[in-house]
């Protein structure tokens, strides 16, 4: 579109200052004419042909450089906004809100459970699953981030500060990141993140040695890096949680369970991935290995 304007633009103008016995009425009425030296100039203007000036004609040599200009540009700008669609891929899709749960029912990590069996902390669980079926997925990471305002004296302005949290890696320890070697299409994935103090209601007030109490516009970043298999290219993908907002529940997110006789995709709890298990006491099924 802009293009057609511009060699719309270049057109009118070049008919204006041509040196013609025509009137101007005349010139600019002769739409056949018009139009064809408006397409001679969109092909110009891509590159793929040339405007022939009239002789000694200085504003004819003007608008022809800058169709010639605008044609060597226009091609590299083109190709930069394809392949900036290409590979931006955002193949990750994110729970709808991060859930709160007693440290003791994290029952994907047992040991961890039974560490924190007669404590009050709560964990926070992030999940997310890769929903392009044809996009292999491996070197998977996961990071996360707390960012928050606070006065450093009363009579201070605000000033952002950003701590970086620890989450649970593949044995249930706590780590500076969570890896994962693969990612098998659809397979749901977590990232625990200890608050390392209780959560008895919304909003928590306190994680991992931060008082929050004080602060203003807290924030959790949980940030994701992995590799594309044949391209190799690096997918990055993020999401913040509002600790003010409604960006957590309390309670334990609806697993998967695991049917390898069928495809992922008929795998029970898809319809209910955003939902809550009602709080029986009792562990839930066995999830995916990659949770």
Same mark, same amino acid.
């Given at each position: 579109?802009?293009?057609?304007?511009?060699?719309?633009?270049?057109? *009118?103008?070049?008919?204006?200052?041509?040196?013609?016995?025509?009137?101007?009425?005349?010139?600019?009425?002769?739409?056949?004419?018009?139009?064809?030296?408006?397409?001679?100039? *969109?092909?110009?203007?891509?590159?793929?042909?040339?405007?022939?000036?009239?002789?000694?004609?200085?504003?004819?040599?003007?608008?022809?450089?800058?169709?010639?200009?605008?044609?060597?540009?226009?091609?590299?700008?083109?190709?930069?906004? *394809?392949? *900036?669609?290409?590979?931006?891929?955002? @193949?990750?899709?994110?729970?709808?809100?991060?859930?709160?749960? &007693?440290?003791? !029912?994290?029952?994907?990590?047992?040991?961890?459970?039974?560490? %924190? !069996?007669?404590?009050?902390?709560?964990?926070?669980?992030?999940?997310? +699953?890769? %929903?392009?079926?044809?996009? /292999?997925? /491996?070197?998977?990471?996961?990071?996360?981030?707390?960012? +928050?305002?606070?006065?450093?004296?009363?009579?201070?302005?605000?000033?952002? +500060?950003?701590?970086?949290?620890?989450?649970?890696?593949?044995?249930?320890?706590?780590?500076?990141?969570? +890896?994962?070697?693969?990612?098998?299409?659809? /397979?749901?994935?977590?990232?625990?993140?200890?608050?390392?103090?209780?959560?008895?209601?919304?909003?928590?007030?306190?994680?991992?040695?931060?008082?929050?109490?004080?602060?203003?516009?807290?924030?959790?970043?949980?940030?994701?890096? /992995?590799?594309?298999?044949?391209?190799?290219?690096?997918?990055?993908?993020?999401?913040?949680?509002?600790?003010?907002?409604?960006?957590?529940?309390?309670?334990?997110?609806?697993?998967?369970?695991?049917?390898?006789?069928?495809?992922?995709?008929?795998?029970?709890?898809?319809?209910?991935?955003?939902?809550?298990?009602?709080?029986?006491?009792?562990?839930? &099924?066995?999830? %995916? @290995?990659?949770?």
């Amino acid at each position: 579109m802009a293009l057609a304007v511009l060699a719309s633009l270049i057109a *009118v103008a070049w008919t204006l200052t041509e040196d013609s016995g025509r009137s101007m009425g005349e010139r600019l009425g002769d739409g056949k004419g018009l139009l064809s030296l408006t397409l001679e100039a *969109v092909r110009a203007c891509v590159g793929t042909d040339n405007l022939s000036p009239e002789r000694n004609s200085v504003e004819h040599e003007l608008l022809a450089t800058f169709a010639s200009l605008t044609g060597a540009l226009a091609p590299a700008l083109l190709l930069g906004i *394809v392949l *900036v669609k290409m590979f931006a891929l955002r @193949p990750f899709v994110w729970r709808l809100r991060a859930s709160v749960a &007693p440290a003791s !029912r994290v029952h994907q990590f047992r040991a961890y459970a039974l560490r %924190h !069996r007669d404590s009050p902390n709560a964990v926070i669980a992030v999940r997310f +699953y890769n %929903h392009i079926d044809n996009l /292999a997925l /491996a070197d998977l990471r996961a990071t996360a981030h707390l960012r +928050y305002w606070e006065r450093p004296s009363q009579d201070d302005l605000f000033v952002i +500060y950003r701590k970086r949290l620890k989450v649970l890696d593949e044995k249930g320890d706590e780590a500076d990141e969570r +890896y994962w070697r693969s990612v098998e299409r659809g /397979a749901p994935f977590t990232v625990w993140v200890p608050l390392d103090a209780p959560a008895a209601r919304m909003p928590f007030t306190e994680i991992q040695g931060k008082d929050l109490t004080g602060a203003h516009g807290a924030r959790l970043l949980v940030r994701l890096t /992995a590799r594309t298999i044949g391209m190799d290219t690096e997918v990055v993908d993020e999401r913040w949680f509002d600790l003010d907002g409604d960006d957590f529940e309390t309670g334990r997110f609806v697993p998967l369970e695991p049917n390898l006789a069928k495809d992922v995709w008929s795998w029970k709890g898809w319809r209910e991935f955003d939902d809550l298990l009602p709080d029986q006491g009792t562990p839930p &099924p066995s999830t %995916h @290995p990659a949770s």
